[in-house]
């Protein structure tokens, strides 16, 4: 038998991922099931299930890709000196990493339409509450996008461009809840182009103390 290569194991897996997270999107996590995802993905279920155990797992999976990518966007960010200013970076993770504001993703999933990943967003949230696994996934997620923040804040404050007597853990903090804000609107109250979220870091940033 010709031994199968690393190349096309990994295409499968790619396949999985990206069929069963357009399915989650679309119908939610509990309305779907491993049935679901074998229709969406074309494949037996043998062929899933050599990947993963089920739907738990995929959830997991899904939830470790996205965070991932995010966090290797900033930390890339964080090596540039200095960094690219929020609203050029936020943008930039927006459209490359979860394909909102009508880009392709050129990193991790690749997502349905503009709205795929914030719905999918919210049902990750709600589903942390009652599944402890997947929280601590998502916390030790967030830890790491956090801590690649932290290292672009530091370049803007070595770099003489923000307020070096704020901890930069505390600005780290308040940008990723609003790209999350922005993601969470994108579900609740449709699509919205990421110029929309761009604008208004960059007028935020333009403020200056009044005289």
């Known amino acids: 038998m010709a031994r199968v290569s690393q190349a096309h194991l990994d295409a499968r897996r790619r396949q999985i991922l990206d069929g069963a997270a357009r399915r989650f999107a679309r119908n939610g996590f509990h309305a779907t099931s491993m049935q679901d995802v074998l229709k969406e993905v074309d494949l ?93 996934v998502l916390r030790t997620g967030f830890s790491t996008v956090r801590a690649a923040w932290v290292k672009v804040v530091e370049g803007y404050q070595e770099a003489g461009l923000m307020r070096a007597d704020i901890p930069a853990d505390h600005v780290a903090r308040t940008m990723i809840a609003t790209a999350q804000g922005f993601a969470a609107q994108q579900a609740l109250f449709g699509s919205a182009p990421v110029e929309v979220i761009q604008d208004g870091l960059r007028a935020l940033m333009s403020m200056e103390q009044p005289r």
């Not at 890339?76 to 979860?98: C, F, I, S, Y």
Request: charged share 25%; no cysteine; glycine share 12%.
């Open 44 to 136: 037996s279920a043998g062929a899933v299930y050599r990947y993963f155990s089920g739907k738990d797992e995929l959830i997991a999976a899904i939830v470790t890709e996205v965070l991932g990518g995010i966090r290797e966007a900033f930390e890339e960010a964080a090596r540039q000196t200095p960094p690219p200013p929020p609203d050029v970076l936020v943008g930039r993770v927006m459209t490359q990493v979860l394909g909102l504001g009508g880009g392709e993703a050129k990193h991790g999933l690749a997502w349905d339409g503009d709205a795929s990943f914030p719905r999918l967003m919210i049902q990750v949230w709600t589903e942390t509450l009652r599944d402890s696994e997947l929280s601590q």
